[in-house]
């Protein structure tokens, strides 16, 4: 009878959740496409090679400060360095 009642309780449970998915879905869906995924904006090939450098730990402090305010002003650069950053992660192991 314990068992049972267990058994109960916990299909119950199991009703009573949300869909959680179902409601990730339709939040996402008043967003529009721009959620579904953006493409990886490439900096300009001078501002990558600093960036590179940056990801080395060979950039100089002075270099460095005058990465961080462009860093501000492109979000997205910072996603391309983070990808540098893993990319020499994969290299080292």
Do not use: Y
């Amino acid at each position: 009878m314990q068992d049972r009642d267990a058994r109960t309780s916990n299909i119950i449970k199991m009703q009573a959740k949300p869909d959680t998915f179902h409601i990730l879905a339709e939040f996402l869906d008043q967003f529009g496409p721009e959620v579904q995924g953006r493409e990886l904006v490439q900096p300009p090939e001078e501002i990558q090679t600093k960036l590179q450098q940056f990801a080395r730990g060979s950039l100089s402090e002075e270099e460095q400060a005058g990465l961080f305010p462009l860093l501000q002003k492109h979000p997205d650069w910072t996603a391309w360095l983070a990808q540098e950053v893993k990319c020499l992660r994969v290299l080292e192991t």
